[in-house]
């Protein structure tokens, strides 16, 4: 097993409020009493009138502040691609990133428009 899986893995466990050994030997357990080593995956079956189940606050809160380390990541990128990001912002034959954004901005103020946000965009509708 990879260190990276490992490393999600326990991530995984701590966020549903366990950790690895008690997965490990619940699994060891369910295996000798069913005589099995497959997995067996249960059926969500909900009827039309059944709600959602309610998650635990800290089980909520581990899987938030695990979503936040997962925005933050950066993606790895190679040299090519960071070489390439750098004319492109630091300037190429259009001129700098921050000059083609101001000249974007002029003409979209001279149709009467700003690049500001008016009112909060739709998160709902949004993909």
Do not use: H
């Amino acid at each position: 097993m990879e260190q990276d899986e490992r490393d999600a893995f326990k991530t995984l466990c701590r966020t549903m409020g366990t950790d690895v050994s008690t997965v490990l030997r619940r699994f060891i357990q369910t295996a000798i009493q069913q005589q099995t080593v497959e997995f067996v995956v249960a059926r969500s079956e909900t009827s039309e009138g059944a709600s959602a189940p309610v998650l635990e606050p800290e089980v909520l809160k581990a899987v938030l502040k695990r979503l936040e380390v997962l925005e933050r990541a950066m993606p790895k990128f190679d040299v090519d691609d960071l070489v390439k990001m750098r004319k492109d912002v630091l300037g190429c034959e259009f001129g700098s990133l921050r000059y083609r954004m101001g000249v974007m901005e002029a003409q979209l103020q001279s149709l009467g428009g700003s690049i500001a946000w008016q009112t909060a965009p739709n998160k709902e509708g949004s993909d």
